[in-house]
């Protein structure tokens, strides 16, 4: 049983496959609506929210009508699982209803945990370790701008506007060591990738994550550096990303981290010291005047708009590839 847990699951070939599956998904969504239907006909997406979400419920719940199927959305407070019934019962008993699960949860062992019981694939919507779905909506938005290997070619050419490949890109990513930074590393990691992260003194990405992502970025020759300058990792970079810097449960925190975070703004300033076509990624809710200035965000290098669209058709791309891989 193949499960989307976490980037480290898979291998280079495996995540190349379901982007450029993603992308002819894409492409056939927006040139007949219809054509999609055949992926998930009759076909039922369950969905855990034990997290307030937008996105990420919006972009699978349409995922799924427009793939054929349907979703069932369940809110913490409506599942057995607020009031103490044990995972494994409810990922067995959901998982011989429905043909896939979405969850979105605090805890990485959790959904780990659910994934072992289930009798059908699991995708990871959020946990506080990971956010796999959103980075490869990032990579998906950085080969339509341009940036692209020769690996990601054939996806690129899904779309005229991306057919010109400007360079390899370098990823700089600027703010808290969260997980947007943790599937970042994989992600750099598994691909070849030149990973730059900016975090402050205390708030680096965990360390066994980032080990981790040095030892596969051996085999694939990915350069992967921390700093604590946000101007040493923007340098000439393509793309800058940053994050809210803080998350959710983290609200007791917010005085103490904006002090500490006050430097890690990007703003035009920071932004002048990338490419002179680099691209601003955020995956949303943003907070102008503390991770983005007001400029950078409605600016023109921004592709927030983008990325966070490009969230409906990975997410389909990932469905129809846990389809064709069980």
Known sequence: MRHFLTLKDFSKQEIIDIMCLSFSVKADFLRDRESNTKYFRNKILGMIFEKPS???????????YQLGGQAIV????????????????????MSGMVDMIMMRTFEQEKLEEFATYSSVPI??????????????????TIIECGFYTDDFKDCALEFKD????????????????NNIVHSWLYLAALLGLEFRIACPNGYSPDEAITQTALTLAKSSHAK??????????????????????????????????????????????????????????HCLPAYRGYEVSEEVFEGDKSKVWQEAHNRLHIQKGIMVWLQQNQ
């Open 54 to 64: 937008t996105r990420t419920r919006v972009s699978f719940e349409a995922g799924a």
């Open 74 to 93: 369940l809110m913490g407070k409506d599942t057995q699982i607020g009031r103490g019934e044990p995972i494994k019962d409810t990922a067995r008993v």
């Open 123 to 140: 995708i990871n919507g959020l946990t506080d370790l990971y956010h796999p779905v959103q980075v490869l909506a990032d990579l998906m």
């Open 162 to 177: 991306c057919s010109q490949k400007k360079s390899s890109p370098i990823i700089a990513y600027v703010g808290d060591g």
């Open 224 to 281: 992967i550096s921390l700093t604590q300058d946000p101007n040493v990792a923007v340098k000439d970079c393509n793309i800058i990303i940053t994050d809210t810097w803080i998350s959710m449960g983290q609200e007791d925190q917010k005085q103490q981290k904006i002090a500490i975070f006050k430097e890690y703004c990007v703003d035009q300033a920071l932004m002048a010291k990338a490419s002179d076509d680099a691209i601003f990624l």
